[in-house]
């Protein structure tokens, strides 16, 4: 079975850094871009950070970009989500997402972890 | 960026009723369109993949239809179980935007 499971939420000061990690089973992780998403309370879904299959290859959000790094480890079947300099703002619960394509910029994502909430406050 | 609006935000509907949601992107995406559902406390599921395919799974009263800047999802019968939000998304550019949501309620 195709799983994901996230880990590593929990309440941060403003400031403050937290580490995310998404663990995959069920297929094989190193093929796959893998992505994160979050959802603040409420609110609709936003894309955050992707990887390549081999971590050579990323993305950030605006947001995030200087403040969020997305890495991963394919021999433990784990991608991470390092948070840094963390703002009331980035309180959400964060997805991760394998994508799958079905063609060039034609990807989406099949599999969702259940979500880890952040909390970003004093 | 590309903005995906979604309409209606919020629908009424009944058991049995055909329902349509739009997405409509601010630039053409091509049918790089997908179509999720999501309920309470629980992490979106994909419905629809680049516009109108059917993920393994899903009910074939699920429907999606569209390229370029305009997409629909149909549900054509609906269930109880399909009372959720509805997101699309666009995976054509960086950063892979969402739509607001649509909410489906009885």
């Known amino acids: 079975e195709v799983q994901l499971v996230e880990s590593g939420g929990g309440l941060v000061q403003p400031g403050g850094s937290l580490r995310l990690s998404c663990a995959a089973s069920g297929f094989t992780f190193s093929s796959y871009w893998m992505h994160w998403v979050r959802q603040a309370p409420g609110k609709g879904l936003v894309w955050v950070s992707r990887i390549n299959g081999d971590g050579s290859d990323t993305s950030y959000a605006d947001s995030v970009k200087g403040r969020f790094t997305i890495s991963r480890d394919n021999a433990k079947n784990t991608l991470y989500l390092q948070m840094n300099s963390l703002r009331a703002e980035d309180t959400a619960i964060y997805y991760c997402a394998r994508a799958s394509t079905a063609g060039a910029s034609r990807y989406y994502f099949d599999c969702w972890g259940q979500g880890t909430l952040v909390t970003v406050s004093s | 960026d590309i903005q995906m609006t979604q309409s209606p935000s919020s629908l009424s509907a009944s058991v049995g009723d055909r329902i349509t949601i739009t997405c409509r992107a601010s630039q053409s995406i091509s049918s790089s369109l997908n179509w999720f559902q999501q309920k309470p406390g629980k992490a979106p599921k994909l419905l629809i993949y680049v516009a109108s395919s059917l993920q393994s799974g899903v009910p074939s009263r699920f429907s999606g239809s569209g390229s370029g800047t305009d997409f629909t999802l149909t549900i054509s019968s609906l269930q109880p179980e399909d009372f959720a939000t509805y997101h699309c998304?666009?995976?054509?550019?960086?950063?892979?935007?969402f739509g607001q949501g649509t909410k489906l309620e009885i």
């Open positions: 998304q666009q995976s054509y550019s960086l950063p892979h935007t």
